[in-house]
């Protein structure tokens, strides 16, 4: 029935269930490695004897154009399409405690025909051969010399605001994870302030071969290799 004003519900209790304080969840904790890494020139070619000009090794008066003079000489093994010359490289590099490898890569056209598709290929059966012998090997990331863009505009800095722009430079970074196996791809969590993501690597060189350039172009890449590769990207 209905209840009147001030009428004492007798013979009846109502129980209530007192809510339990919402349990605080622990924070996410996301662990940031420390990583070592190290850039990866693989551009250089010392065999006379193959049909990919020879090409970084030698100046045109014959004196040497390296910096640093490899241990083991510069002779016909050292060279960008030569498996072993590749492997000697990693091991030594992961002797040293390097974790990353950043290879040097000019995504132009000329570029990858000359050496730049090719030393990748290589290098990465070098991986896979050192990864199925269950040897330690470092991982890799990207390091863009954004010179190709340049290269690839006729000797011309182009505008990164547009998107012609930016589809020719996300092709460039798209091309160079083609290339390198998911297996190989070294991966960073980013700390929760930045998202907590994990991400792939990155490094940009430099801005000056651009006209002009705004941060539209790191959303444009970032989206576009989200839908390629299902991860974001770390510049």
């Not at 065999?47 to 241990?71: C, N, W």
């Not at 091991?91 to 030393?119: E, L």
Request: glycine content about 8%.
């Amino acid at each position: 029935g209905n209840l009147s004003p001030g009428e004492w519900i007798r013979d009846m209790r109502v129980q209530i269930a007192k809510p339990e304080p919402p349990v605080k969840q622990p924070e996410t904790q996301f662990i940031v490695e420390r990583l070592a890494l190290t850039h990866y020139f693989y551009w250089y070619q010392g065999d006379s004897r193959k049909e990919a000009p020879a090409g970084h090794v030698r100046l045109e008066d014959g004196s040497s154009e390296l910096t640093d003079q490899p241990l083991d000489g510069v002779g016909p093994w050292f060279s960008f399409d030569r498996v072993q010359w590749h492997r000697d490289q990693l091991t030594q590099i992961r002797n040293a405690g390097i974790d990353v490898i950043i290879p040097v890569y000019w995504g132009a056209a000329d570029f990858r025909r000359a050496f730049a598709d090719k030393g990748l290929n290589c290098m990465v059966q070098a991986l896979k051969e050192l990864k199925a012998e269950g040897k330690s090997y470092p991982l890799v990331g990207m390091f863009f010399d954004t010179s190709s863009m340049y290269w690839a505009y006729g000797y011309q800095k182009p505008d990164l605001r547009t998107d012609e722009v930016k589809e020719t430079f996300y092709g460039m970074i798209k091309n160079f994870f083609l290339n390198v196996p998911d297996e190989f791809r070294a991966v960073v969590q980013t700390p929760a302030e930045k998202g907590g993501y994990p991400a792939y690597i990155v490094v940009l060189f430099t801005a000056s071969w651009f006209s002009d350039f705004d941060a539209s172009f790191v959303d444009f890449c970032n989206q576009r290799f989200m839908q390629d590769f299902g991860r974001k990207l770390i510049w």
